[in-house]
């Protein structure tokens, strides 16, 4: 039982060349890795991931725990940076294809 949860933990996470992707598309500069656009846009896919394997999954609350933790966590960081730089947050939301206020 137990490793089978592991097995599915890892099956759910991103990948590093799929972080790495998502990391390279949203840099501001060469440099740059954890920027709000940056860490916005890898929850964003992690959260899709995560959706997909509850529709499968639907009694799995303990993912579904983490899922909302995500989202809280990316719904701050997105009022953050429309509060910091409303051009930077229209580009990500378009971009990712995300709903506005």
Same mark, same amino acid.
């Given at each position: 039982? =137990?490793? &089978? ?6 099956? /759910? ?7 790495? %992707?998502? *990391? ?9 890795t954890g920027s709000a656009s940056v860490q916005i ?8 991931? =995560?959706? &997909? ?6 009694? /799995? ?7 909302? %933790?995500? *989202? ?25 294809? =995300?709903?506005?206020?």
């Amino acid at each position: 039982m =137990l490793l &089978s949860l592991i097995y599915i933990t890892i099956l /759910d996470m991103l990948t590093k060349t799929k972080k790495s %992707k998502i *990391v390279k598309e949203h840099k501001t500069s060469e440099t740059d890795t954890g920027s709000a656009s940056v860490q916005i846009a890898v929850l964003t896919e992690q959260i899709k991931e =995560l959706s &997909s394997h509850l529709r499968k999954n639907p009694k /799995d609350n303990h993912s579904r725990r983490g899922l909302l %933790k995500m *989202v809280s966590k990316r719904k701050k960081l997105m009022e953050w940076l429309k509060r910091e730089d409303e051009k930077e947050y229209k580009k990500i939301t378009k971009k990712l294809g =995300l709903k506005t206020k």
